[in-house]
């Protein structure tokens, strides 16, 4: 339970990272809402295009949020998993075609280069992929406590037989029992007593 409620604050925490990265500067301070989408997938590369809120890499972003908060709703380790893969492989594919586009990445000290957006997409990705691995699951709570119970003993008249199928365990008389069946002295069971014959009546 405490595992999981940490793991859904995480993954909330990746998923709002992820989602306002966009809004940040990615590259000499053009922000991430302004490169489209389609320029990822195009022979050309990265354009100086400007593209629409939805056209551009918001839209996987938020796409893995709504997949964070069905997995959190789900408690469903793979769902939050999967959203911290498609953050953490669009980031890494604009990544590589900025690079082809500017001849290579470069970050310096004046601003320039790489900014801020790219390393909160990095950090929410890293933080939905830990979260999922935070979280045990609908069923990991029960299944633990299963693991824990110890062992229910067999009953005696469980036991397997000496040939394999169970066997019901031999009755054994009580004590007082077997010595009425068998006759010995100090037993309970009845002895017969004589009497004398009632005198004849002529």
Do not use: C, K
């Not at 993954?11 to 990265?21: F, Q, R």
């Not at 590589?96 to 950090?123: I, W």
């Not at 000496?162 to 066997?167: H, K, S, V």
């Amino acid at each position: 339970m405490v595992r999981n409620v940490l793991g859904s604050v995480l993954a909330l925490i990746g998923a709002a990272a992820a989602v306002w990265s966009p809004f940040r500067a990615w590259y000499d301070g053009r922000l991430g809402r302004y490169y489209r989408l389609g320029d990822l997938f195009s022979g050309p590369g990265v354009t100086d295009v400007r593209a629409a809120l939805f056209a551009s890499v918001v839209l996987p972003f938020a796409v893995a949020a709504v997949v964070t908060l069905a997995g959190i709703l789900l408690r469903s380790r793979s769902l939050v998993a999967l959203a911290g893969v498609i953050v953490l492989a669009f980031t890494v594919l604009w990544m590589v075609r900025v690079g082809q586009a500017e001849s290579g990445l470069t970050v310096d000290s004046n601003g320039n280069g790489l900014g801020t957006g790219v390393a909160g997409a990095f950090g929410g990705g890293v933080l939905l992929l830990i979260a999922a691995l935070f979280m045990r699951g609908r069923g990991g709570g029960r299944r633990g406590r299963d693991r824990r119970l110890p062992p229910a003993e067999p009953e005696p008249g469980d036991r397997p037989g000496p040939y394999g199928p169970a066997e019901p365990a031999p009755y054994e008389a009580p004590p007082r029992e077997r010595e009425r069946e068998s006759g010995e002295p100090g037993s309970d069971a009845p002895t017969a007593t004589w009497r004398r014959p009632p005198p004849d009546h002529e």
